[in-house]
């Protein structure tokens, strides 16, 4: 089988971490190659030992840091001029005309619980004021024309045409 840079060619480290990281990391075949170069370099047992524990010590480390930021993100809140945007521009929003910030689904990913709720109050909002400005300007507009029609209507004289076309 072939890899990609070749196995062959990588450090010990990455020999060590490939051979007893994470198996579900690397395809089986690239772990047992894996294993047969160290042996075949004689990487002793010691030296395999602390790279593991060094990089479980990384690992862990990137969980802890993952860990806090998911927390960090929970109470995480929009500034009230960004919620003031996503209520005005609510329609192009989410309709993708324009990108603002991250999507509902990325806020809820990253752990954003605040921010989702604001987020999705801004936008359900925004759209909401806009169907019933669009409404009401459009009932306003029709019920005008209705009125000026009326008006065209009523000043227009057909006193001859009715003598001509009597009832």
């Known amino acids: 089988m072939h890899f990609d840079p ?3 060619n990588r450090s010990d480290r990455q020999l060590i971490i490939m051979a007893f990281g994470n198996p579900e990391d690397w395809q089986p075949e690239a772990v047992v190659l894996a294993k047969q170069i160290l042996d075949n370099r004689g ?3 010691d030296y395999r030992k602390s790279v593991i524990l060094d990089f479980q ?6 969980k802890e840091l993952l860990k806090r930021k998911l927390a960090l993100n929970e109470i995480e809140k929009y500034h009230p001029f960004e919620q003031v945007l996503i ?10 005309i324009i990108p603002f910030g991250s999507t509902l689904s990325q806020l809820k990913e ?3 619980k605040l921010k989702y709720k604001q987020r999705l109050i801004s936008l359900l909002l925004g759209a909401l ?5 669009i409404y009401f300007t459009g009932s306003i507009e029709a019920e005008k024309r ?6 065209e209507m009523d000043k227009i004289d057909i006193s001859e045409w009715e003598k001509n076309h009597p009832h």
Do not use: A, H, M
């Not at 010590?57 to 990137?62: F, P």
């Not at 209705?146 to 008006?151: C, G, N, P, Q």
């Open 43 to 45: 990487i002793d047992l």
């Open 87 to 96: 209520f005005f521009f609510s329609i192009l929003i989410i309709t993708k």
């Open 57 to 62: 010590s990384k690992v862990n480390q990137q």
């Open 129 to 133: 004021t806009w169907i019933v400005f």
């Open 146 to 151: 209705d009125k000026t029609f009326k008006e």
């Open 6 to 8: 070749p196995i062959e």
């Open 110 to 112: 990253e752990n954003y």
